[in-house]
C-alpha cells in the first residue's frame, strides 16, 4: 500500500537526496511493530540520516537515546524526531521499559545501533534481542548507513532464534558482507 507523504515527508527526502546526495534502497517494514538494527554507527549524523530516510519515507522511526542528550534546546529537537530517552546506566530497566512500550497498541517502528555507542566494539549488544522475543517479533530489520556510498535504508531482515549469542555473531557477518564505511571509519570494526 503506497503512504501518502506529508509536506514534511517530501521535504526530508529532498534533504537527504537533492541537498545532501544520498540514495535510498529498500523500503521501511511494513509491519506495525518492527526493531530495526541500524550500522555502523560512528557518528551522530547516522541518526539524522536515518531520521530522514525513514520520514522521507512516510514512517515515524524512535530509537533509544541517552538521556542526557536531552537538555535544551536539544532535548525537544531529539524527541521531535522520535528520540526516547533511555538511562544506559540500569540495562534491565532499559529493555524492559521498551518492551512495554512496544506491547502498547499502536505503530512502534524502534531503531536500535547493536554497537550500542559510537566507539569501535568487537560484540555488538544484545539488547534487541529480548525486546524482539518479548515484543511478538520473530525477525529484525537490517539497516545501513554507508558514508563510503551514501547509501541509507533497509537491506535485509533476519529470522532470530532463541539463541541471542549465535544471533549476533549472524547479523554481524551479514553487516560485514556489506562492506560499509562508517562517517568515522576506524569506528566500525569488522572481524
Known amino acids: 500500500m503506497e503512504r501518502k507523504l506529508s509536506a514534511w515527508s517530501r521535504f526530508c527526502g ?4 537533492k541537498v545532501l546526495g544520498w540514495k535510498s534502497i529498500g523500503e ?10 541500524g550500522a555502523p554507527h560512528t557518528s551522530i549524523w547516522d541518526f539524522v540520516i536515518s ?33 526516547v530517552p533511555v538511562d544506559r546506566s540500569n540495562s534491565t530497566a532499559l529493555v524492559l521499559s521498551i518492551i512495554r512500550e512496544m506491547r502498547k497498541p499502536g505503530y512502534f517502528h524502534l531503531a536500535i545501533a547493536p554497537e550500542g555507542t559510537r566507539q569501535p566494539v ?5 539488547g534487541f534481542h529480548p525486546i524482539a522475543r518479548e515484543g511478538g517479533l520473530d525477525k529484525v530489520y537490517l539497516a545501513m548507513f ?7 535504508g533497509i537491506f535485509g531482515t533476519y529470522t532470530i532464534t532463541d539463541n541471542a549469542k549465535y544471533d549476533i555473531a549472524e547479523i554481524q557477518k551479514l553487516y560485514e ?14 572481524h
Open 14 to 17: 529532498f534533504l537527504l537526496h
Open 28 to 37: 521501511p517494514a511494513a509491519e506495525e511493530k518492527c526493531i530495526i538494527l
Open 51 to 83: 531520521y530522514l530516510y525513514y520520514v522521507g519515507k512516510g514512517h515515524d522511526p524512535k530509537c533509544m537515546v541517552k538521556s542526557s542528550l536531552f537538555f535544551w534546546p536539544l532535548g525537544p529537537i531529539l524527541r521531535a524526531m522520535g528520540g
Open 122 to 126: 568487537k560484540r555488538w549488544k544484545a
Open 146 to 152: 554507508d558514508w563510503g556510498t551514501k547509501r541509507v
Open 177 to 190: 558482507a556489506q562492506g560499509l564505511v562508517g562517517k568515522t571509519p576506524s569506528g566500525y570494526v569488522t
